[in-house]
């Protein structure tokens, strides 16, 4: 038995929920019940076969509203593993850096090159960062109070998720400096990133290996679930980048969060129209049922 999940913020009505059993039983899905998880926000469909068909018609049906499919059993996630610049909060850190020090045109091109996977992570993060060099490192929390923003449903998201009794972490290709202050904010259990090198208080222009990147995502992934002694289908990985795709492909359910078109082809589910609270209705969790404090 699999389930679709449609999501819409405040716009999703009875004839979209209608729309989409029609959609799926011509597609020979064969559809079973449906029901409101949040009225005109999130309501879940039944069928029994063919999910990739599935979601591929349902996408098609219904453009504005962002759809999950998935199993019924395992819904709901023991372990998220989450990217944070673009996801978790609402802009690139290094970028911001950049503009602090007059040169965010030039740094947010490779950024967005990297994100796109254009360019080698590794590569991009070390040629980006000496660019930093001899920037104040006051900079860095002036940057982490202008500039740095949580995204909407972030708060809920993890702390539910942490109140059911699941495991968070937010493993980030940027700093710690910025991870863990953010990580704090929202309530993850843990936060990995990289870490900016200092001298005489001014940035040094690299960072400390090894790099935190696409292969500390997936790791960080596979180990936390060996350590809980979890299976696949119980993990929940989101983000944004390229350097996300790894983790999104292994976890049970990866989500590409308003995320650049390699990851949005590869992930399992799309969201494009809601804000992270959508990952609380993927996982059947109504929002009398969300903790935002």
Request: charged fraction near 20%; aromatic fraction near 4%.
């Amino acid at each position: 038995m699999f389930i679709a999940t449609l999501i819409a913020p405040g716009t999703l009505a009875g004839s979209d929920i209608s729309a989409a059993s029609d959609a799926l039983r011509d597609a020979g899905c064969a559809p079973g019940g449906n029901q409101w998880l949040d009225e005109g926000f999130a309501a879940d469909i039944l069928f029994d076969a063919e999910p990739e068909l599935a979601r591929e018609t349902l996408e098609m049906a219904c453009p504005a509203i962002d759809i999950v499919v998935q199993p019924l059993a395992g819904r709901a996630k023991a372990l998220l593993i989450a990217d944070m610049d673009s996801t978790m909060i609402t802009v690139e850190c290094i970028d911001e850096l950049a503009d602090y020090a007059g040169i965010k045109p030039q740094i947010a091109e490779i950024t967005e090159r990297a994100m796109r996977g254009e360019l080698d992570f590794e590569a991009a993060l070390d040629a980006r960062v000496a660019l930093l060099k001899g920037l104040d490192e006051a900079v860095i929390e002036q940057c982490l109070a202008e500039r740095v923003a949580i995204m909407p449903g972030a708060v809920p998201l993890i702390r539910t998720m942490r109140a059911r009794g699941a495991l968070t972490i937010l493993v980030s290709g940027g700093f710690t400096r910025f991870a863990q202050p953010v990580a704090k904010i929202i309530g993850f259990d843990r936060a990995i990133a990289n870490v900016l090198e200092v001298a005489d208080g001014m940035l040094t222009g690299t960072v400390t290996k090894p790099i935190v990147g696409s292969d500390t995502k997936l790791q960080t992934l596979l180990n936390a679930s060996a350590e809980m002694g979890l299976k696949a289908e119980q993990t929940l990985a989101v983000g944004d980048g390229a350097n996300d795709l790894a983790m999104i492909k292994r976890a049970g359910l990866g989500i590409a969060y308003r995320a650049k078109p390699i990851v949005a082809a590869a992930a399992a589910a799309r969201i494009g129209h809601n804000d992270l609270t959508a990952l609380l209705y993927a996982q059947g969790i109504a929002k009398a049922d969300w903790v935002s404090a």
